[in-house]
């Protein structure tokens, strides 16, 4: 009966431990919200944000973007843009590749129902203001529909 409680006890602390675990890492990690996509997103990695709610974008360096993700159908062009959100405005950063089918890890056509993932790039810089603003990154498809949008907080820092 003692050894029995004795395991009990040890797997509530490991209980504990995970459970502990996991809300540091939802605490820190990137915050992303889908802004209408009609594809399935799996995850977004922002470079220098891993382990941050808001993302630092440095002056300077070039902040890159992973989209996983699987289209609803069969893609056979795809135009990137991106947006900075001030004050409910947008306003939009220059992408060196806007070109979604190339360069980005995907080869067009995708297939519906495939998993995928996009990635790029852009620069930020030095003139830019050091503000806080919400980042809208998307894709879209041969007809202009949103393969998928998403939002990121973060902040261009020095
Ligand atoms: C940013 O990316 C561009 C294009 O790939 C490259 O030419 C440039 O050297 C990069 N800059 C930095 C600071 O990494
Ligand atoms: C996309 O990248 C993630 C993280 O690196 C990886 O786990 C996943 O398998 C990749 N998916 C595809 C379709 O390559």
Redesign the pocket.
Known sequence: MTAFRGIITLKHIFVLAFCVGISATLANALQWRDCGSEATIFNVFVSSCEDQSTCPMKK???VSLVVWFEPNKQITKATASMRGIMAGVPLPFPL??PDGCKDSGLKCPLVGYESYNYTN?V?MHENYPTVKLLVEWELRDQNGDVIWCILVPAKIIN
Do not use: E, L, R
């Open positions: 300077g360096s070039n060196q590749n790039s620069y």
